[in-house]
Every structure is written in C-alpha cells, then in structure tokens.
C-alpha cells in the first residue's frame, strides 16, 4: 500500500513538473507577436529545408548507385587518384603534393578524341562504332533502382577491358578512370546534404533556446548560421552548373565518346537546388526582420538591468560575442572533423593516404574535444570559473596545434584544394577558433569586475511569478550644473513636507505613537551637512507601499491596487534645511522604530494639493537626481542599508553595505511572507529577493528615485 502511494505521488509529481515546464515553454513562444513568429519561422523553415535536403540527399544516392555500378562491373579498383585541375583530368598514383605521383593527363578539354589520354590501351578488341552509330543514352536517375545492362569487354591477358552497352556503345579505360571522380565528387555531395540537413536542425535549435532563455548569444548565433547557409546555398547552385559544364566537356564529349550516363539527371539537382537557396534567403531576411525586434526586447532586459555599470555592460558584450564565436565554432569544428574522417576513410584518399592511423587518431580527439570545448567556453566566463578556464584554455591550445600542424599534411592539402565545401568549412572552423581563444584570454582578464553577479541577477528564478526590474539610463546621467541652475532658480525657502506624499499611502493605518513632524526643504543656497550625513539626525524612511502586515488579505491587495496608479514619487533633498527647520528630536511623525530595530508603518498624513501646489509638474521633482557632495556620498557609503521589500505575497528582508557594484555584497535572511505565501515556495521568495536586491542598492547609490514597477517597490529605506 505504501508503494503504491509512494509510486502515485512520484507519477503525479513528475506530470506537475512536466505541466509546470510545458507552460513555461508555452508562456516564453507567446511571450510577443515576434517571439511566436521567430519560433514558427524556425520551425516551418527547418521542416522544408530537411525534406528538400533529404530529396537532393537522394538525388546524389541515385547517381551514386549507378556510377557504382559501372565501376564495379568493369573492376575498376580505385586505387589511382583522379582529379580536376583547371580544364584538364589528372590520374595519378598517388597525392600529386608528395612528388614522384606520376601523374598525367587522363582527359583535357582541347585534346582530340584520337588524343585523349597517354595511358590510353591499343591492345583492347572492344567493338569499333561509326560515328551515326553513336546514340545518346539517358539514364533516368530519379528511379533508385534503375539498371543499366552492360557486358565486359576482356583483352587477350584475360584482363577487363572496358564495358560494351545494349545499344552496342562501348565504354574503354579512360573513360571508365573518369568515372572515379564523378563518384567521388557525388560522394562529396551526399556528406554535403547531410552536414547541411544536420545543421538546419542545429538552427532549429538555437531558435528555440534563444526564445526559451531570452539570450542573445543564441539569436545571434542563430541569424549568423542562417547567413552563413544561404550562401553556400547560392555557391553549391553555382558549382553544380561548374560541375555539369566539367562533366559534359571532359567525360561525356571527350573521354567517353558522347556516352552520357547521368541524363537529365543535373537538371534535376538544379531543380532541387534552387528551392532550397529561395527558402534559405526569404528565412535568412524574416529571421533578420523578427531577431531586429527581439534584440530589442532582449537587449533592454540585459544592458537595462538595475546595478549594472556602464563597464560591466562593455565586459557583457564581449562575452556574448565569445559566446556566438563559441556555438559557431563549436558546430563548424565538429562537422569538418567528420567531413575529414570520412573522406580519407572511402574512396582513392583510403588507398593512398599515408599515417591514416595517425590522423584518425588525431581527428578523432579533436573530435571529442570539441563538445566539452564549446560548453566550457559559455559557462567559464559566466560563472568566472578558474578551473573550468584552465582547461578551455588547455583544449584551445590543443585545437589550434593540430589544426595548424595539420596544414602540412599533403594529405590534408589534397583535400582542401578539392573539395571547396570541406575547405569552407574548414576556415571558418579555424578562424572561429582563433578568434574563440583570443576572446577566452581577453575574458580572463575581466574576471572578478562584477560579470558573474550581474549575470546571476539577470537570471529569472525557475517558477517565480515576479516581472523583472529594469531602469532607464538616461535618469541616472546627473547633470550638476542643469541641477544647480534648477536649484537656485527656486524660492529660497520652498519646503517639501513628507505628507505631501501621495494620499492613497495613507490607507489602513495602524495607531502608533507620533514623533514631531519631520520638514524637508529643497534649499540649495546653504551647503551645510545633510540628512543623510549628519548622524545625529533620525532615520529617514520612503515609502511606496502599504505596510507588510496587515488583518486581512484584502485589505493588502485594496492598497496594492490603489498604490498602482502612482509611477513615481517625489525626490527628498540632501541639501540642508535652513535654520528654522525644526531640530532632530521633532522629526518623523510617520515612522517609528521598534526595540529591534524594524520599521513599522504609522498614520500617514497626506496632503497631495500642497505637494502639486509645491512641484507641480516639474520634471526636477518627479525622479530627478539627489545632487551630493564628495564627503557626504563618502559619509553615506560607510552606512548599512536595510530595505524590506515586497513582491505582492511574498516579502524579504536584505541587508547589506552601499558599495560600488563591483564591490557589492549581500546577505540574505530568511524570507518573510503573508497569509498567502503559500502560494509561493520559500525558495522561489529568497531567489526574487536575491535578484531584486540590486534595486534597494542602486536606488541607495543613484540618488534615491523610486522606480516603480506593478510588483517591485522599495517599502522601506534606511540609511543607518
């Protein structure tokens, strides 16, 4: 019985936290318009572009089998290297960068048929033909298992010397010698559909991550990979007209006697070609279009983030674009190690490559290396972990020795000169990983400035229902003469009193007992110590926000709802009072401490006609700076700051020092909640306090403006 309970929760936890998830994926696609089109773009473009590489994928197969099939039944061994140099075919006995590969000219463009190769046989009695007897034979390709009935021709040694076709056509050596590199050029394209299929799915991907984490590593990796594919797109429907001018003029016109084995069949690799390049350039300008609009939306929540400076901003954008350089080559240093592996492991490169032990050894290390490479390289930076860049550090210098060292293998040159997608992938694979380690080192240097505390507030706590905090950068640009000049052009003895504060604080009030009342005064002519400098002085408290504890909950949400309405509150002056102000000991009629230590909110009196009297709709009143001086800010900094902060039903309690933000350190005490805390798991509160922590600390450093936001209000301020 206690199993079976045990199971069924287990079971109905796992459906919570998949529902939990599912919805979370749900809210983040159709979070906007442009995030739920960004994510169906990717999705339907990723769907079209597979089956239409699947289809060219299947096109190559075809041609594959049939040239094959020649070759085998002709016992051509592939054991010669033929290649394309300019307008003439080579056939050779081993890598032409070696030396000593005897080489020569298997068929060239401006040699007569009688001329056609060195190595042509004489000795061959394969059937002559007139030239009317020469008929064109189509192959249909797009049938996979379509045969083509030959029969072998032998010479006097018993050796095969050719094939003789139904129609009485004869295929020789040389022609058949030519027909190694149409197959290995088919094969080369037949790794292209895959290597090209594999990364559609890899943008398809990086797509959803990007709309899963908000992260703009990811959309800019994303629009990269999709420049990066439509123009190879464009160049392989070039090179696939190059191929077809090289195989008629050498192969079907000059080495095989106007034989043409593949048909129409280039035509249809067109056809199937051009859509793919139309669909890649119409996603590559939709996707540009939709992740404009996402940078947007994304870029304001990273770089708008309360606490951040200016500085730790710049070492933020470096690190996204080692984060970009690090997917990119990641993906591109993978897919051009199995290109590699592939290719000298079939074929003529298998038959002639030297050390294949050794560089498949090597590629394959690499090859294993290169994952753990890239997912070190995002996570080191952002956690500003020492070890983890060691050993990214350690595998970046092992990636660029062999991929350096490699260059020198005649080997690895034949193949690069070749074969143009293997030498595409290969340079960008090589440049990302040069400009990858550069970019680590340059991060290293930038570690403990404050990235890692940045990025750990930037995070949204997994399950919390709590909007993000964000400011406008242009409020905390402090112009001190603009400020002066506003300053003095007011009356000498214009006071703000803090009852001027909006009347709807004034709701649910608790019977407290009341100091004097406190004045404050926008006097800008006496330069004398301040209120938050003079320690003397009682404690200063803003409020927002209706107090943490009430009777009932409805009451809370009553308030909550009412204090919406106000955006913004008026600023408190530093500067001194004049000499009327009243003396310390009649201060704050609004607050009062108790024994411990913590604030407890009294009858606020509010008089919003002299407050809009007093300031109007002054800009300098509403969010403008609080101007200090050097000694006061220095006085001031030396001050803990408690702020109790409230996110609709859960509260906390934070406590720390007002220190520069690369400096800056937090406690966090255990969470403090309503009746409906509930709702909220303890942990989820701590970690919305943890991220909203830097509100209270830039509002203290930047001249106290309230920002506000629906779920996120400082309640309390104290800067003793």
């Not at 020649?70 to 051509?76: D, E, G, M, S, Y």
């Not at 061959?124 to 030959?150: C, G, I, M, P, Y």
């Not at 009342?517 to 938050?532: G, N, P």
Request: a neutral charge; one cysteine or more.
């Amino acid at each position: 019985m206690l199993n079976l309970t045990s199971q069924s929760l287990r079971n109905f936890a796992k459906q919570a936290l998949q529902r939990s998830r599912v919805k979370l994926v749900y809210q983040r696609v159709t979070l906007t318009r442009f995030t739920t089109l960004f994510f169906f773009l990717a999705l339907i473009n990723c769907i079209i572009l597979i089956i239409l590489q699947s289809i060219a994928f299947t096109d190559n197969e075809a041609a594959s089998e049939i040239i094959s099939g020649f070759l085998t039944q002709a016992n051509i061994t592939q054991t010669r290297v033929v290649f394309i140099s300019g307008d003439e075919l080579y056939e050779c006995s081993d890598i032409p960068q070696r030396g000593n590969s005897g080489c020569a000219v298997l068929v060239s463009a401006d040699a007569d048929n009688a001329n056609v190769s060195s190595t042509k046989p004489h000795n061959s009695r394969r059937q002559a033909l007139d030239e009317s007897e020469v008929s064109f034979l189509s192959v249909n390709l797009t049938k996979r298992h379509h045969k083509v009935h030959a029969k072998t021709e032998v010479d006097m040694n018993g050796q095969i010397d050719g094939l003789q076709l139904d129609n009485g056509q004869s295929l020789d050596q040389t022609c058949l010698q030519s027909l190694i590199w149409l197959n290995d050029v088919i094969h080369d394209s037949m790794a292209e559909d895959i290597v090209t299929l594999t990364f559609q799915v890899w943008l398809l991907l990086l797509s959803f991550v990007t709309i899963l984490n908000e992260s703009l590593p990811h959309l800019g990796a994303a629009i990269a990979g999709h420049v990066l594919v439509t123009a190879w797109a464009g160049y392989r429907l070039n090179n696939t007209y190059k191929l077809q001018a090289h195989y008629e003029t050498l192969i079907v016109q000059q080495a095989c006697n106007d034989v043409d084995f593949l048909g129409s069949w280039w035509n249809v690799r067109a056809d199937h070609t051009i859509p793919i390049l139309v669909f890649n350039a119409v996603a590559l300008v939709l996707a540009t279009y939709l992740a404009s609009r996402l940078y947007k939306v994304y870029a304001q929540q990273s770089f708008n983030r309360v606490g951040a400076s200016s500085r730790i901003h710049n070492i933020y954008r470096l690190a996204l674009v080692l984060s970009v350089c690090v997917q990119l080559g990641g993906f591109f240093a993978i897919a051009s190690t199995a290109m590699w592996l592939d290719k000298a492991s079939s074929g003529t490169i298998k038959s002639v490559a030297q050390h294949l032990s050794l560089y498949r050894a090597v590629f394959s290390t690499m090859g294993v290396l290169e994952l753990p490479w890239a997912i070190l390289g995002w996570t080191y930076v952002r956690r500003e972990d020492r070890r983890q860049f060691i050993v990214f550090a350690g595998i970046s210098l092992l990636l660029l020795a062999s991929s350096s060292g490699i260059f020198a293998s005649p080997l690895y040159q034949f193949i690069f000169q070749t074969w143009p997608f293997f030498a595409t992938m290969t340079i960008t694979s090589y440049l990302l990983i040069v400009l990858t380690s550069i970019l680590g080192v340059w991060c290293r240097t930038q570690f403990g400035k404050g990235l890692s505390e940045f990025l750990k507030e930037e995070e949204t706590p997994e399950g919390a229902d709590f909007a993000p905090v964000y400011y406008a950068p242009e409020k905390f640009k402090l112009d001190l003469n603009r400020a002066q000049s506003s300053f003095d052009s007011e009356e000498k003895d214009r006071e703000l009193p803090v009852d001027s504060l909006p009347f709807a604080l004034a709701a649910h009030r608790q019977p407290v007992q009341k100091p004097p009342r406190a004045r404050f005064s926008f006097h800008s002519r006496f330069k004398t110590s301040s209120v938050y400098s003079d320690m003397n002085r009682g404690t200063v408290k803003l409020s927002s926000t209706p107090p943490l504890f009430r009777d009932t909950l409805s009451s809370v949400r009553d308030t909550l709802s009412t204090l919406s309405s106000f955006s913004s509150l008026s600023p408190i002056s530093e500067r001194s009072p004049p000499p009327s102000l009243p003396s310390a000991s009649q201060k704050s009629d609004k607050f009062v401490r108790d024994s411990r230590g913590s604030a407890s909110h009294s009858n606020i009196v509010a008089d919003q006609n002299e407050h809009t009297e007093r300031t109007g709709d002054h800009p300098e009143y509403h969010g403008s700076p609080i101007s200090r001086s050097p000694s006061d800010r220095a006085r001031v900094r030396k001050a803990p700051v408690q702020c109790v902060m409230s996110f609709g039903a859960c509260s906390c309690l934070f406590l720390g020092i007002g220190l520069p933000n690369s400096e800056y350190k937090a406690r966090l005490f255990p969470s403090i909640g309503h009746s409906t805390l509930s709702q909220y798991s303890r942990n989820a509160c701590r970690e919305s306090c943890k991220k909203n922590a830097l509100l209270a600390h830039n509002a203290y450093n930047h001249s106290l403006y309230d920002l506000s936001c629906p779920n996120h209000r400082i309640i309390e301020f104290n800067p003793y």
